[in-house]
Every structure is written in structure tokens, then in C-alpha cells.
């Protein structure tokens, strides 16, 4: 009941158009209402008494009735859907928003696409708990209501008979309730895994035609779509049974109206109009009766659905803001490690005592075996994650007591795996900095290297890339990254070097593009190419979470530890 609650919160932004669509249904409730009170009068006062001018009336009557019905049933479901569709945009830009600003943490440990379907499957799935049954709620609850009363007004001891069901009918869509929201939490469940195969599918669909495993993925989602299938099912199966159990239960009481209402009318304490017009209340009454049991069946889903949703929303960033952050004033581009430790996992320490320093436009290049922590060290920097020990200090202020906005846009980064948008190139530069004038890009372009394969393109800037950027190669990609990191032109440099290698020709115009870059900034560089390491201020080697050795290179060869045993690795042709 508290996610309902919660999911009602999103309502009260549009409470007058609710409360207009409820007058609405109000009044097309009533009309329906009076339906059996006019066939009381058709038996007893026409047919009865033979009055042809009350049928007329009663002609005109339910003409009137039913337009007026008409005009209102509209209005309701009209005005229902606005806000039910209203609500779910809002939900969904929140959900959006709040997983921006959620810490990458949150995104190591998840599937892509199991995220995404809680965006789309989980948030259409609250729609039928808001629009539809909020609609049903009140509109059968006042059928519901006007049909007792005007049945005890008919025959009050006939009425309470009747109502000896209603705790056999609450007991069972209560039993029901708690094993639908069960079975409806599975189907959202298997609904997720259903997007997440297909977004990984999709996104790897390189790797899957490369070992040629079409096949093996057609299986894997057969059997995805399959469990879909028993959850969805064995959810319809539980609400089909709702509803003609509790109809089986109303008709009992439509049975004991027979028997019971026809001995009155027999021994003259109801007229036959009255008996027939008490009937239609009350098969009136099985149907909201009916209709609430399936109503309550789709709130227990939708809630399996927002449970889903609000995790989301609960989750807390875990890399926050202190509420009295200040913002990093522009920096001269000071970068300390001090005493750093980290670890992704608690039990699993990453980083153990990291100490250094690099001056203002000094390159620090990172190198050591594959996992001993290089890409973490970079990561820790603009504050990806927090350290668990130590801290990490730009121009002496520490990382966690200035703003997230402030000290990014200090730092540039360019990760190992370039990513690019499916957009045009030009957007994709664009990202560096949105306020960019095109002459800004195209010298950005021009100082990485990337001017004359763009010029070549048909399209030129505006060449739409595919998703990932696949259209262009290695190199390009990565010259399309440094070219969004000139034009941001941060002060601090955060560089991963791709490790897949390049042909010499490529890896020429890349080294000659980063050397741009790196001019006048102080930079951290995971570094994989010779000539990057060669030319840095200070080399850290790094191997399993420690720093082992450090210096420039000439002083490293000489020392002949761990960076010495790399270096000639690579000298033969190996890879580090
Ligand atoms: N998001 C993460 N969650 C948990 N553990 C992680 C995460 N990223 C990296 N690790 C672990 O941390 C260790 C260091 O990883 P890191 O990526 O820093 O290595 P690296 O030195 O950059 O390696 P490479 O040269 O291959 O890129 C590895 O043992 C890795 O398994
Ligand atoms: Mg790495």
C-alpha cells in the first residue's frame, strides 16, 4: 500500500483535472443508476397498468439517460487518460534524471538492459495502475454504493442476505492479491531479462557473427522468451481465476434473491417491477464486485512494477556532493595522491597506500601488468568513485570537498574505449563543450589530426556515425575523442591509451594529435605507447595496487626492477 500511495503522490500535480474526471464518472454512474428504477416503473406502472403516455416519457427518458452518459463517460476517460499519461512521463523523466545522477558504481554491477526495461516495461506497466484502475475504482465503487442503497430502499431484509458474501468475496481477492503482485513481480522480472538479452545481443552482434554463434543466441532467446511466457501465463491464470470464483460467489446471492424475492412477491410483500428492478441491482452489483477483483488483481502487477521503478529511485549515488562542497575555483593544474587506497568491493583492496605528486603541466605516466589498478588510479581522479582511504588533491583542494560540476569541467578525459554518440561528428565534438562556435571545432579537428578524413567524408561534419561510432576505425575514433578533449580544453588530462595497437601510420597522426593535447596540461596517462612513457616527467610502475617503482624512464632502465623487464618484453614484440 506504501508504493501506491507513493505512485499517488505523482497524481496530485493534476488533482482538479481528477477531481473534474471523478465528477464525470460520478454522473455516468448515476445514469446507470436509474436504469432499474425505470424498468420498475415499465412493469409496474405500463405494462401493469396498461399507461401508454408514461411509456412515452419513459422513452424519452432513457434516451436522455444515455446521451447524457455518453457526453459524460468521454469526459472521464479522456480526462483519466491525460493525467495517467502525464504521470507515467513524469515517472519516467525521473527515473531518467535520477540514473544520470547516479555513481558509476550503480552501472559496474548491472545490465544494461535490465535498466532500460524498468524506463519502458515496468513504467507503461504503473499506467493500468493509475489510468485504469483509479478510473474503475471510484466509477464501481459508486455503482457499488447507489446499489445498496437503492436495494435496501427496495427490500432491506433481501439486501443484507445478499451482503453475507461479501466476506467470502474480500477473503478471496485478498488470497489472490498476494499471489498475483508475486506473479506479476516475476513477469516484470522476465520482461527485463527479455530487453537485456536483446540489448546485449544487439550491441555485441560483432562478437556473435564472428564465432558465429547466431544460432546459440536464437536458442538463448527462445529460452529468455519462453520463461516470458510461464510468467505471463501463470499470472493469467491466477487473475482468470479470480473473476468466476467471486462470480460464483455472487451467484449465490443472485440465487438466494430468486428464491427468497419471489416467495415476497408471492405471499404480496413486493411487487414483481420492484423484484425484477431489485435483480438488475443486483447483477449491477456483481459486476463492480467482478470488476474490483480484476481491478485489485492489475493494482497487485502495476505495484510489482513500481516496487522495481522506486528501487531505482531509492538507490543513493554513492560518489555525493557534501552538502557545503565548494566550487573549484580554475586551477593551475596540481595533482596529489596521497596515501590513496581503493577498492571496488570492500573485501577486495584495489589501490594500498598510492603516494605522488605532479606539478602543474608535468605528465605522470601509469604502466604495469594488465588489472594491477592502472585504469582505477585514472578513475579516481574526477571522482568516479571515492577513495576508501587517503585522499586524491587538485591544487590542494581535495576531491570531495569541491563540486562534482566544478572539478569535471577542470578534467578531460579520454578513456580507453572511445565512445561516441550516434549522432553527426559534429555533435560528437560538440560534447566537449555545447557552447562551441564551428571555427572552434574545426581547430580542434584540426589539432588532432582528424581535419582531413572528416573533409573526406560526404557529409563532412555533419556525417552521421553509427551507434558506437563503427563507421570509422580505430585511429579515427580516437582522434575524434582527443579532438572532444582540445575543444573542452581542461587543464587536467585524464588519459587512457587505447591498447589495441595501430598500424605505424595511424599511430604516427594519434601521437602526434596527443602530443597537441598534452601541451600545457598537467596530464595522468595510462600509458601503453613507448613514446608516451618516454617522454613523461615521472613514471609510476604499478603492480598489483602498488606503486613499485618510479622515475623517468632512462632512471628506471638503469635500476633494471619490473619497468626494465617490461621494457625489453616490448622491445621483443610482446605485449605489456
Ligand atoms: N568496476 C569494477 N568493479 C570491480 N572491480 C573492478 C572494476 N574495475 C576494475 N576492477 C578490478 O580492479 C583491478 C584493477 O583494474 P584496472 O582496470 O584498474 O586495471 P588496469 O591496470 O587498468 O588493467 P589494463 O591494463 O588491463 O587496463 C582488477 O583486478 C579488476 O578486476
Ligand atoms: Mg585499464
Known amino acids: 500500500m506504501n508504493d501506491y500511495l507513493r505512485l499517488l503522490q505523482y497524481v496530485k500535480p493534476y488533482w482538479r483535472r481528477g477531481v473534474a474526471a471523478a465528477l464525470c464518472m460520478i454522473v455516468a454512474a448515476v445514469t446507470t443508476l436509474l436504469v432499474p428504477w425505470i424498468i420498475r416503473d415499465i412493469v409496474d406502472d405500463v405494462l401493469t397498468a396498461k399507461n401508454m403516455m408514461a411509456l412515452n416519457l419513459i422513452a424519452v427518458a432513457i434516451l436522455l439517460i444515455f446521451f447524457v452518459r455518453g457526453v459524460f463517460t468521454f469526459g472521464h476517460g479522456y480526462l483519466m487518460s491525460y493525467i495517467g499519461n502525464r504521470v507515467i512521463i513524469d515517472i519516467r523523466l525521473r527515473v531518467y534524471a535520477h540514473l544520470q545522477r547516479l555513481s558509476l558504481a550503480y552501472f559496474d554491477r548491472r545490465k544494461t538492459g535490465s535498466l532500460m526495461s524498468k524506463l519502458t516495461n515496468d513504467v507503461n506497466a504503473l499506467q493500468t495502475a493509475i489510468v485504469d484502475n483509479i478510473v474503475d475504482i471510484v466509477k464501481e465503487s459508486v455503482i457499488l454504493l447507489g446499489s445498496i442503497v437503492a436495494m435496501v430502499w427496495l427490500h432491506w431484509k433481501l439486501t443484507l442476505l445478499c451482503l453475507v458474501i461479501v466476506p467470502l468475496v474480500s477473503t478471496t481477492i485478498r488470497y489472490f492479491g498476494r499471489k498475483i503482485k508475486r506473479s506479476g513481480r516475476r513477469v516484470q522480472e522476465s520482461v527485463a531479462d527479455v530487453t537485456a538479452h536483446l540489448q546485449e545481443s544487439i550491441a555485441g552482434i560483432r562478437v556473435v557473427k564472428s564465432f558465429h554463434r547466431e544460432a546459440h543466441e536464437i536458442e538463448r532467446f527462445r529460452q529468455i522468451n519462453e520463461r516470458n511466457f510461464g510468467a505471463l501465463m501463470k499470472a493469467a491464470q491466477q487473475t482468470s481465476q479470480l473473476s468466476p470464483l467471486v462470480e460464483f460467489l455472487a451467484a449465490l446471492a443472485i440465487i438466494a434473491i430468486i428464491w427468497y424475492g419471489g416467495w415476497s412477491v408471492i405471499h404480496g410483500e413486493l411487487t414483481s417491477g420492484e423484484l425484477i428492478a431489485f435483480l438488475i441491482y443486483a447483477i449491477n452489483l456483481a459486476n463492480p464486485v467482478r470488476r474490483l477483483s480484476s481491478l485489485y488483481a492489475n493494482v497487485q502487477k502495476a505495484l510489482a512494477a513500481a516496487e522495481r521503478v522506486f528501487s531505482v529511485l531509492d538507490e543513493e549515488p554513492s560518489v555525493r556532493e557534501r552538502p557545503q562542497a565548494v566550487v573549484l575555483p580554475p586551477v593551475a593544474g596540481r595533482v596529489e595522491f596521497r596515501d590513496v587506497s581503493f577498492a571496488y568491493e570492500p573485501s577486495k583492496p584495489v589501490l594500498q597506500g598510492l603516494g605522488f605528486c605532479a606539478e602543474p603541466g608535468q605528465t605522470i605516466a601509469l604502466v604495469g601488468p594488465s588489472g594491477s589498478g592502472k585504469s582505477t588510479v585514472a578513475n579516481l581522479l574526477p571522482r568516479f568513485y571515492d577513495v576508501t582511504a587517503g585522499a586524491v588533491l587538485v591544487d590542494g583542494h581535495d576531491v570531495r570537498d569541491v563540486t562534482l560540476a566544478s572539478l569535471r ?155 626494465y623487464n617490461l621494457y625489453t618484453l616490448r622491445q621483443q614484440g610482446e605485449p605489456t
Open 409 to 563: 569541467e577542470q578534467i578531460g578525459i579520454v578513456p580507453q574505449e572511445t565512445v561516441l554518440f550516434n549522432t553527426t561528428i559534429e555533435e560528437n565534438i560538440r560534447y566537449g563543450r555545447l557552447d562551441a562556435t564551428e571555427a572552434e571545432i574545426r581547430a580542434a579537428l584540426a589539432a588532432a589530426n582528424a581535419e582531413s578524413f572528416i573533409d573526406e567524408m560526404p557529409d563532412g561534419l555533419q556525417t552521421v556515425i553509427g551507434d558506437r561510432g563503427l563507421v570509422l576505425s580505430g585511429g579515427q575514433r580516437q582522434r575524434i575523442a582527443i579532438a572532444r578533449a582540445l575543444l573542452k580544453n581542461p587543464r587536467i588530462l585524464v588519459l587512457d591509451e587505447a591498447t589495441s595497437a595501430l598500424d605505424t601510420e595511424s599511430e604516427r597522426v594519434v601521437q602526434d594529435a596527443l602530443d597537441r593535447l598534452l601541451i600545457g596540461r598537467t596530464a595522468m596517462v595510462v600509458a601503453h605507447r613507448l613514446s608516451t612513457i618516454q617522454r613523461a616527467d615521472l613514471i609510476l610502475v604499478i603492480d598489483r595496487g602498488r606503486i613499485v617503482e618510479r622515475g623517468t624512464h632512462d632512471e628506471l632502465l638503469a635500476a633494471e626492477g619490473m619497468y
